[in-house]
């Protein structure tokens, strides 16, 4: 492994003593520095020359990315930020690692990387020992696995595979296709094109490809002019916060939103159209980082069961060791693995975990010309490596306690400003009162050079990379406390 650097850091937290800390990654800069408005000069002049060419509203700043490094995130203007959010949930050991700089010196490595195959039809020779030994060495007890490009088609995918399965069992595994399906599925009728449904919640993501933007219910601007689904969606969990105090009210909205879901399950199969699958976040991210109980989720897996629908657990932004575990449903000791995990971000290459059940039998029914990418492979493998040699999802936990336990305290201190800290590791957020302070609050921070993210309607979350630590949680909450002042 490389040589950690140490670095005194002024940190001074309540006590107002400065110590030494250890860094997991080399070179990080100490702490923020913001030199111009953000965005900078160039910042702006570049997004002004991008908007030129697209729709390029959503860009806050331009990155420079030879810089960056750790859980800093330069920018062209020379400005360093603790980054808390890590390009939407997506940088697993911070930027520049050692580690990952080493991968591609390797000039096999890098040839897999130039050469991009064609995956489901002329892998290299690597690909089955590395598909076992990198995306099987963390499955959730799941024994097959598909790769795929992003978040999005990860799901999409998934989602075929849970209608070809539904399908398969109701016209019998060792029954062929009719001429009659053959010739309606290609005018998009049944019996060919079934009308079979997936379930999703309220306040979900999962993608904006055509069949999982019916799915996903967050914003309106993710949905808006899109044809979609008469698909059933239930309510999640809304819970009361804190959980402790609130323990009778959120057992009952658990059992009302089973419920609800058994309730639609009924309701659709009366219509003609029975629910496939259904389709969960362990915690809703984009949608408010909503969390539901591992009761709930138990109950969830114990109705799909019951119906003979497929349960499909989306860890695209929870999973890879965000929550303290690899996988955010090991949270919840599940009677049985879910039938389908997809993931991606963290996790660098996109894809699914399934079981034997959820294999097509036929060739060509889960395809696209790359399935993914053996490069970023490559990559989630030192990344993987790093993640146990330095134990990280233990790092993840102790930095996750220290943040924790600093919203609340922050909580307290401005009860007319905060509420509702929640989550798992350092997957954590908490609300401000309404969506123009959170707004104001995430601009205030960047300013003081840290970036955190907005989800729902009046969230701040946090998505840092799994080398944040408790000193950079301590730099974090300084920010967030002095932002705290500003906008009394």
Known sequence: MWSRSVGVLKTFGRAGNTRAVTSLVPGEPKEPSVITAVPGPKSQKLIDDLNSINQSGSVQ???????????YLIDVDENIFLDAFTQISSIPIGYNHPELLKVFKDEHKLKTLVNRPALGVFPGDYWPEKLRSVLLSVSPGLSQVMTMMCGSCSNENAYKALFIHYRGRERGEDVDFSELEKTSCMINQPPGAPKLTLLSFHGAFHGRTMATLATTHSKAIHKLDVPSLDWPIAHFPRYKYPLHEH?????????????????????????????AGIVVEPIQSEGGDNEASPEFFQQLQRIAKHNGAGLLIDEVQTGCGATGKMWCHEHFVLESPPDIVTFSKKMLTGGFFHNLEMRPKQPYRIFNTWIGDPGKLLLLEAVLNVIKQENLLHQVQKSGDVLKAGLLDLEKENPSLLNSVRGRGTFLAVNAIDTKLRDNILVKLKAKGVIAGSCGDHSVRLRPSLTFQEHHANIFLDKFRQVLQEVK
Do not use: H, M, T, W
């Open 61 to 71: 700043l331009f990155g420079n990315y030879d810089k960056s490094i750790g859980n």
């Open 247 to 275: 323990q009778r009210d959120n057992e009952a909205e658990d059992r009302q939103c089973l419920a609800e879901v058994q309730d639609l399950i009924e309701k659709y199969k009366k219509k003609g159209r029975p629910v």
